[in-house]
């Protein structure tokens, strides 16, 4: 900046009064500076003007995850990429926080980054949205947050955005219905995952409206990742119900599914439709590809990072609403008519 200073022969004040848009300097000034800014290639650095200004200009996206599984890989790729463009767009930087959900002191450890001014807010993603107790800290605090897929009690304390989750579990399971499957089993995603449950809550609400008994669903608890789907399509066929379909939790897990589906040398869809949820890039390129969910998660992300930044530029924090953004049931060729 000095060196602007000099060759535009101004202070060192007025070139930061230009760098920062300040409407009082005269236009040949800010002429001239802008050239010296030109020739020199300067460029603003961050760290230092957050510093000087005591305002951060840096973002956390927080996730929290099980320490002994394996990482929901698209899901979480997704989400740091549309919170990362949607970051540098608004002028700031993103760094991410992972947390362990079998460690006690994982809220102190977010709230001591916050409260340090090393980030200027946090987006929260389920299980951390789900957390009533630490909203309200953060809240009391004055420590800006948004949240990403929050539950309910949150979703009264902060800002949020995701999907109707309930809905979208309701379309998938009327689509299976309607195909004509009456034995299906169901792959669930890890407990307390409120995302998850909801899904599979309008997933039984589609087969409660259809007037078939909630035995008509074989149920089993997986974690999100691709051995869960082997190992759970496993147990499920193994049981000797009759089933026709199964409907996964996720894409990873729906996978996992499929694979298991050819080691056992069953045709699909013939003899097993099989559906995931997210639409990950991987369901379209699996074979047959899948039928799925599509969760626009890279929109979701950068939707809370515009919450968090204006949130951060008002300084006080956003009424606590929450913005639904669409799904859609992506129909692909691993479900059908079950085979008879």
């Not at 669930?188 to 995302?195: A, D, M, N, T």
């Not at 035995?215 to 399509?233: E, L, N, P, Q």
């Not at 694979?259 to 439709?273: D, G, I, K, Q, Y």
Request: glycine share 8%; net charge negative.
């Amino acid at each position: 900046m000095d060196d602007v200073a000099a060759l535009a022969g101004v202070a060192r004040a007025t070139v930061s009064r230009v760098l920062s848009n300040h409407a009082n300097v005269r236009g040949a000034v800010r002429e001239r500076v802008m050239q010296a800014v030109a020739a020199l290639d300067y460029r603003v650095n961050p760290q230092a003007r957050g510093l000087a200004s005591k305002v951060s200009k840096a973002l956390v996206l927080v996730h929290c995850t099980n320490p002994d599984a394996e990482p929901n890989s698209y899901y979480d790729s997704a989400l740091e990429l549309g919170a990362l463009r949607a970051a540098a767009a608004a002028g700031f930087e993103l760094s991410t926080l992972s947390l362990f959900t079998d460690d006690p002191r994982r809220s102190d450890k977010l709230i001591e980054l916050l409260a340090s001014g090393r980030c200027a807010g946090a987006i929260l993603t389920p299980p951390m949205s789900d957390d009533v107790a630490l909203a309200k800290r953060l809240i009391e605090l004055g420590l800006p947050a948004v949240c990403v897929a929050p539950g309910d009690e949150v979703r009264g304390l902060l800002a949020g955005v995701g999907l109707d989750e309930e809905a979208a579990g309701h379309e998938m399971g009327a689509y299976m219905l309607a195909l004509g499957h009456r034995r299906l089993g169901y792959v669930l995603g890890i407990e307390g995952h409120r995302s998850a449950e909801l899904r599979h809550a309008g997933f039984a609400r589609a087969v409660r409206e259809a007037g078939m008994s909630e035995d008509a669903v074989s149920t089993v608890r997986g974690d999100f990742t691709f051995r869960a789907g082997v190992i759970c399509t496993q147990q499920l066929l193994d049981a000797g119900a009759g089933i026709s379909a199964i409907v996964c939790a996720n894409d990873d897990m729906a996978v996992g599914a499929l694979f298991a589906a050819h080691r056992m040398r069953l045709a699909v869809p013939a003899e097993l439709s099989i559906v995931g949820f997210d639409d990950a890039p991987i369901s379209a390129h699996t074979w047959p590809p899948l039928t799925t969910v599509h969760q626009p998660v890279r929109a979701i992300a950068g939707r809370a990072v515009e919450l968090l930044v204006e949130t951060v530029g008002r300084g006080s924090a956003l009424a606590p609403t929450f913005e639904a953004v669409e799904h859609r049931l992506v129909i692909r060729d691993s479900a059908s008519a079950p085979h008879v």
